[in-house]
């Protein structure tokens, strides 16, 4: 599966964005499919996963409340609703799929075969 991720952009400090994941080349069927970010300078560090099948969400505690991941069975579409939006969420984000993966590693990168090729997120406060 290929993924593109999109809707990256500049956005100020309390805004809202949505960010877009579409699979191209196979369905998500049977996929995890998560959310990370890279803030300048840092690591990849994991925000939400969701189970395509069953819709099964996870996320990372500090994102909780202000992130929503979502999907959409028709458009093959896996989604990343960002509010309140603050200064230390600037990050490439970037979408990942794994058709096989276990609840402890969700949140590895390396558990995740298939990578999107990212999209930057700036919030100017």
């Known amino acids: 599966v290929q993924l593109q991720a999109s809707g990256g952009g500049l956005v100020q400090a309390g805004g809202s964005l949505q960010l877009s994941c579409g699979a191209s080349g196979r369905s998500f069927r049977g996929y995890n499919v998560a959310w990370f970010r890279q803030p300048p300078g840092k690591e990849r560090e994991f925000v939400a996963n969701?189970?395509?099948?069953?819709?099964?969400?996870v996320y990372t505690d500090s994102l909780k409340g202000r992130f929503t991941i979502s999907r959409d069975l028709t458009k093959d579409t896996v989604y990343l609703q960002m509010a309140s939006l603050k200064a230390e969420d600037t990050a490439v984000y970037y979408c990942?799929?794994?058709?096989?993966?276990?609840?402890?590693?969700?949140?590895?990168?390396?558990?995740?075969?298939?990578w999107g090729q990212g999209t930057l997120v700036t919030v100017s406060s």
């Open positions: 990942a799929a794994s058709s096989t993966i276990i609840y402890s590693s969700i949140g590895v990168p390396s558990s995740y075969a298939h």
């Open positions: 969701i189970r395509w099948n069953g819709g099964t969400t």
